[in-house]
């Protein structure tokens, strides 16, 4: 069932919100410290492409807050926002909720991503 809700995922709005992280990835990539920030965009842009069967765990420290800061002023809130409302619009119909959850924990993972993993759901 997974692999069903996933491709029907890239289809309608997964690819765009992965396309998004890829791009911040790139411009984070840009100069030599944003290196680190950026793989950390690229590792993340998976669960854009196949988020149903996946949780995300956090795990945060002094340092991935500081990080978390910088990205939410530099980046976070675009994507957040972006999948936000994507999210809000898949809601409005009752096939499309448990795509709109997901573009909201895609959203959620925006806003925090440092000190954060992907992880299979049990």
């Known amino acids: 069932m997974n692999f069903i809700g996933n491709l029907i995922w890239i289809i309608f709005g997964g690819l765009f919100s992965a396309i998004g992280w890829w791009i911040a990835g790139v411009f984070?990539?840009?100069?030599?410290?944003?290196?680190?920030?950026?793989?950390?965009?690229?590792?993340l842009s998976s669960?854009?492409?196949?988020?149903?069967?996946?949780?995300?765990?956090?795990?945060?420290?002094?340092?991935?807050?500081?990080?978390?800061?910088?990205?939410?002023?530099?980046?976070?809130?675009?994507?957040?926002?972006?999948?936000?409302?994507?999210?809000?619009?898949?809601?409005?119909?009752?096939?499309?909720?448990?795509?709109?959850?997901q573009f909201f924990k895609i959203a959620r993972l925006a806003l925090a991503p440092f000190g954060a993993k992907v992880v299979k759901a049990d």
């Open 28 to 43: 984070w990539c840009i100069t030599i410290v944003g290196i680190p920030v950026g793989i950390q965009c690229f590792k």
């Open 47 to 101: 669960i854009s492409l196949n988020p149903f069967g996946k949780e995300i765990v956090g795990d945060s420290s002094a340092v991935s807050f500081l990080i978390n800061i910088i990205w939410i002023i530099v980046s976070g809130l675009e994507l957040a926002l972006a999948n936000a409302v994507i999210g809000l619009v898949f809601c409005i119909t009752i096939v499309g909720i448990p795509f709109g959850l």
